[in-house]
């Protein structure tokens, strides 16, 4: 995935809606955070028209949402938020879980990067394929906070044509 997103050829961008969109595809996702006790949650208008690559928003909403319900507590919260705000589609993903210590949140966009203190296997690339995805809709993703004092978040946004 990461390599068809560097991929310098124009995004297929569509426009969709991204509200349904993210539904479906948190349907897929809600089995595995259910087996983990973990509230899955969406805040999103009933319809939310944007023009993005579709395979790229399901590369960002997926590696997102599968980091949470892996690198979250069991019994933990996850939230999604939708919006348009200031001309850009803002994606939000947002964990009550460990968080990302302070001393490596600057190399969680790092391609085979991984954090410490987990035993949680992968690979490194799920936020690398994040920030990829995002930029190749001209758009940027950001380490922000959690939920409440807790966790981490990630927000994901996509200019949208005037």
Aim: net charge negative; charged share 20%.
């Amino acid at each position: 995935m990461l390599a068809s997103l560097d991929d310098m050829r124009e995004p297929a961008l569509a426009r969709i809606d991204v509200a349904q969109a993210v539904r479906q595809l948190l349907a897929q996702l809600a089995p595995v955070a259910l087996a983990r006790g973990m509230e899955l949650s969406l805040d999103a208008p009933d319809a939310l028209w944007c023009e993005v690559d579709e395979r790229a928003l399901e590369s960002i909403v997926a590696n997102l949402v599968d980091n949470a319900v892996r690198y979250g507590r069991a019994g933990g919260s996850i939230v999604v938020r939708l919006a348009l705000d200031g001309g850009e589609l803002q994606l939000e993903v947002r964990d009550d879980g460990p968080g990302i210590a302070a001393a490596e949140q600057g190399r969680v966009f790092e391609r085979f990067w991984r954090g410490t203190g987990h035993d949680t296997p992968g690979s490194g690339l799920g936020l690398a394929i994040v920030r990829q995805a995002a930029l190749r809709m001209q758009g940027s993703a950001m380490l922000v906070e959690g939920i409440g004092a807790a966790g981490v978040g990630f927000v994901v946004r996509v200019p949208q044509p005037a």
